[in-house]
């Protein structure tokens, strides 16, 4: 009979919208008279809520070249660059040697620097909170690392020396909403890094790495949906950009990809930095790969076995190495507007 009763009880819950993990919060004081709200305890999902894990990619696209232990912090990359060619060369005059002329090397260094954080959690968190606590630290470690790193790297690239703007803009000042990233850039920026001598990618390509509004304003231009509706309308559906002008397309959420935010009149209220790369654009030495600590409790400094610490560190350095392979395109997104 009370099973009968209970099940009873679960259905009318249903058919009312109620679930057994719903508590009805009382109005009032604790401890007046008709007042339950003493004896209610508030619901905990045993469920964390999930983080944003963002796409961090910008490693990916680097040279990598590891510092080997006891070499110091710093390393030297080398470049002997081409020798030059005349556009109207002289001919050997018979039996007299040329002039000999020297050779160029240019050097770059970088010097590996150290991030970290650390986390302590006490015995208590550990024994009395509902979730997992410490497996869950540990990913959120990894993701806080993850995304540090690359904004480290976004922060050398965004100091490019070689900009680009659509419509032949000269300043983040003079762009409008209207300068987004479109196919006629990208046929221009590909024209660019082929003319400077730019090796492509594996597959042939540059790599164009966007936020997530420019590659929707890419979505946007007419060029580019004209190029896909017959052949590859499925790219439209999906919302994949793909291939456009010998360029690979890359999206990417990450925090250092944040918008620039213009306040002049005439101006773009939101300018975003894109990155256009031919291969040895960057190189990335990595002295100390990321490593993840965990001390349990006890210790001279815990000697009452109170708390767990963890924490992750690295040591690593980007550097631009070739300045004519890079080009940092500031524009308008699909979000921007026009100040008045």
């Known amino acids: 009979m ?26 009032g004081t604790v401890g007046n008279a008709g007042n339950v709200a003493a004896s209610l305890i508030t619901y905990l999902s045993a469920k964390l809520l999930e983080v944003a894990e963002l796409n961090t990619i910008l490693d990916q696209f680097g040279v990598k070249e590891p510092l080997p232990s006891n070499s110091s912090k710093t390393i030297r990359f080398v470049r002997e660059e081409k020798l030059p060619v005349s556009a109207s060369p002289t001919q050997l005059t018979e039996g007299i040697p040329p002039d000999a002329r020297g050779i160029t090397l240019n050097q770059f260094e970088a010097t590996a ?16 909170a509902k979730h997992d606590v410490v497996s869950r630290t540990i990913s959120m470690l990894g993701l806080q690392a993850a995304e540090l790193y690359d904004i480290l790297v976004y922060n ?3 100091a490019a020396t070689n900009e680009y703007r659509p419509n032949a803009k000269v300043l983040d000042t003079d762009l409008t909403a209207a300068d987004k990233v479109a196919y006629v850039d990208l046929v221009q920026l590909s024209a660019v890094l082929n003319v400077a001598g730019g090796r492509p990618f594996e597959g042939g390509d540059y790599v164009l790495v966007v936020h997530p509004q ?67 654009a960057y190189h990335i030495t990595d002295l100390q790969n990321l490593r993840f600590y965990q001390v349990g409790p006890g210790g001279h400094t ?23 392979w890079i080009r940092r395109v500031r524009s308008a997104g699909a979000d921007s507007v026009t100040n008045p």
């Open 156 to 158: 050398v690239l965004d």
């Open 302 to 324: 815990d000697p009452l076995q109170q708390s767990r610490k963890m924490g992750w560190k690295f040591a690593f350095k980007s550097i631009i190495t070739g300045q004519s």
């Open 214 to 280: 420019v590659y929707a304003s890419l979505q946007q231009d007419p060029d580019w949906k004209a190029s896909v509706q017959f052949g590859a309308p499925d790219r439209i559906w999906r919302g994949e950009v793909g291939m456009l002008a010998q360029f690979r397309v890359v999206r990417t959420n990450s925090p250092a990809f944040a918008v620039t935010s213009q306040a002049g009149s005439g101006d773009a209220s939101k300018v975003y930095s894109s990155f256009a790369l031919a291969r040895n």
């Open 113 to 128: 620097e150290q991030y970290g954080d650390l986390i302590r959690i006490s015995d208590l968190a550990e024994l009395t």
């Open 2 to 27: 009370e099973h009968r009763l209970n099940k009873s009880l679960d259905l009318m819950f249903v058919l009312f919208g109620l679930a057994a993990d719903i508590i009805s919060v009382t109005s």
